[in-house]
């Protein structure tokens, strides 16, 4: 394998050393970006975006990378060093969950994955685990996922609105029995007053939210703030004239999608494809 430099908060130039690493490993180990994709299951062009330097990607597809190249540890350490150097990315994310935990309503789109808020721990079990996580570290973040659903629980929670795309309704569980309690939690959820649940079909065609999902919070001051989040990162947008442009977004989608009854019945039909005897 080839030789690495030490792994330090010295280095002048942390994104750079992290995509070289990335390089060296999979040059080493005989695979195209093509190989790579397939192995680990993400697109390909994310570790070649990851390898230029476009972006340094997320902790999960990180740590899958770790445990391919069975270097414990390694590359998640330079990935934090770019992250601390480039974006203050985990800053970033503690004054989101600050806002979220302040916020009168939230409104949520989805594009592929059920957000955090929805999640029963089967799905976070596996979802997490796909990107990596093991042992101790999957127990503990499952623990802050279903954690975060209690953002939605008593007398005081903020107002929840989340169109799912059919996209996250098409995606199921392995475990056939895990994915029929997170449908079954997706409808008792749904039913809440202070729920609205929609979905969107794949008849509503393209939008402007094809490649993103998004948070919007309402202040109790009034203003409203977002969270955008693709494949390869996560944005906290408060400027004005651009939260604006992601609500206008978000209303030509909510336009688009199925009525909240009209929902609740889609998910009740794919609840009906789901097998009720396990045991065989």
Not at 10 to 27: K, Q, V
Not at 133 to 149: N, V, Y
Not at 269 to 274: K, P, W, Y
């Amino acid at each position: 394998m080839p030789t690495r430099r030490a792994v330090t908060g010295r280095s002048r130039e942390p994104r750079a050393r992290f995509a070289e690493e990335l390089r060296l490993l999979r040059t080493a180990r005989g695979d195209s970006l093509r190989q790579l994709g397939e192995r680990l299951g993400w697109d390909w062009s994310l570790f070649g975006k990851m390898e230029k330097g476009e972006t340094v990607g997320g902790p999960e597809v990180v740590q899958a990378l770790d445990h391919y190249y069975g270097t414990p540890g390694l590359l998640l350490a330079l990935w934090e060093l770019a992250i601390s150097d480039q974006t203050q990315f985990k800053e970033r994310y503690r004054r989101y969950m600050a806002l979220e935990a302040e916020a009168t309503s939230l409104w949520h789109f989805a594009v592929s994955v059920l957000p955090g808020l929805l999640q029963t721990a089967g799905y976070a079990r596996e979802l997490l685990a796909a990107g990596g996580l093991r042992g101790e570290a999957l127990k503990q973040q499952i623990e802050a996922r279903m954690g975060r659903r209690e953002l939605l629980a008593g007398t005081e929670s903020p107002q929840f609105r989340t169109i799912l795309s059919e996209a996250v309704l098409r995606t199921p569980l392995r475990d056939a029995g895990e994915w029929r309690r997170q449908l079954e939690y997706l409808r008792e959820i749904g039913e809440r007053h202070d729920v609205v649940l929609q979905v969107a079909p794949f008849s509503a065609g393209l939008h402007g939210l094809t490649n993103a999902d998004v948070m919007f919070l309402r202040m109790p001051e009034g203003r409203t703030v977002a969270y955008a989040e693709n494949g390869y990162r996560g944005e906290l947008v408060e400027e004005t004239a651009s939260v604006e442009r992601l609500q206008r977004a978000y209303d030509s989608v909510r336009d688009l999608a199925l009525s909240p009854a009209e929902s609740r019945k889609f998910i009740l039909r794919i609840l009906e494809e789901v097998p009720c005897d396990l045991s065989t």
